[in-house]
């Protein structure tokens, strides 16, 4: 008797614990078909433990292909129209790959939009579109997660992710290499203002009148020429720090390009 009671309990138990998760809203929609079962469920995993941590939405898209709307314009539909977002400002971020065109786009909504400057951008890219361009689906993804939940660690730290924190060792090395510069040539000022031996600048007390004679040749700049080639870029992006409207009439921010 005691038995059963311990596994209705037990049964309940776990019935309890995952009834939300039964209803929640799907997180990875990969509609290209690029992961297999156990690799939804490790990333839907991921994405459970930072939203519930830090109250941000990550949710991840793959499409063959889009029709005829921008891959900002279906990310931000996307994330609109389907209610993802937490909080009352709908804080999140949705990374949409569409695989025919080779696109790739990150959508930010509330927080995100903050959270997504110029350092954090390229901290994503660098390490997602490697992936996407060798195949490693799973791996750009798992990236996609990883990196977000960092930022958010840092945000509720009170950090940004910008240039600054990114480059804060070599900043650091720099500053300690100018400080070292500036005292050796303090000290070189105090070392020559104690030489009293006053240098001759000048040589005539030891030539014979019209012993030398030097000629004098001039070089003439006639004139230069520039050529200026302009540098195509693929990327798209949001710099970071602007923001757009979406078709529903809400904010994001977000960038993207070709892998």
């Not at 939300?20 to 839907?44: F, H, M, S, W």
């Not at 480059?167 to 070292?180: G, T």
């Not at 030097?214 to 540098?231: G, M, P, R």
Request: net charge positive.
């Amino acid at each position: 008797m005691k038995k059963n009671f311990f596994k209705f309990y037990l049964i309940t138990f776990i019935l309890f614990i995952n009834f939300p998760c039964a209803y929640a809203q799907e997180r990875i929609i990969d509609n290209a078909g690029l992961l297999n079962p156990v690799e939804k469920i490790n990333l839907t995993n991921i994405i459970d433990s930072i939203s519930l941590i830090y109250n941000f939405d990550l949710v991840i898209v793959t499409e063959k292909n889009i029709g005829t709307k921008t891959p900002m314009e279906f990310a931000d539909d996307f994330f609109d129209y389907n209610g993802y977002g937490l909080g009352t400002d709908r804080d999140g971020c949705l990374f949409l790959q569409v695989t025919e065109e080779r696109d790739y786009w990150f959508s930010t909504s509330g927080r995100g939009i903050k959270i997504f400057n110029s350092a954090v951008e390229k901290k994503l890219k660098s390490e997602i579109v490697k992936n996407l361009s060798a195949g490693n689906n799973y791996q750009a993804y798992t990236a996609f997660l990883n990196n977000w939940e960092y930022f958010l660690t840092l945000e509720a730290k009170g950090i940004r992710y910008n240039f600054i924190y990114q480059h804060n060792a070599v900043i650091l090395i720099i500053a300690w290499l100018l400080s070292f510069g500036i005292a050796c040539i303090v000290v070189s000022g105090w070392k020559k203002s104690m030489n009293t031996a006053i240098m001759q600048s000048q040589a005539a007390a030891y030539i014979t009148p019209g012993s030398l004679t030097f000629k004098v040749k001039n070089d003439k700049f006639l004139y230069s020429t520039v050529t200026q080639t302009k540098i195509q870029n693929d990327d798209v992006s949001s710099g970071g720090s602007r923001s757009h409207t979406s078709s529903s009439g809400r904010s994001h921010g977000g960038g993207g390009g070709k892998y």
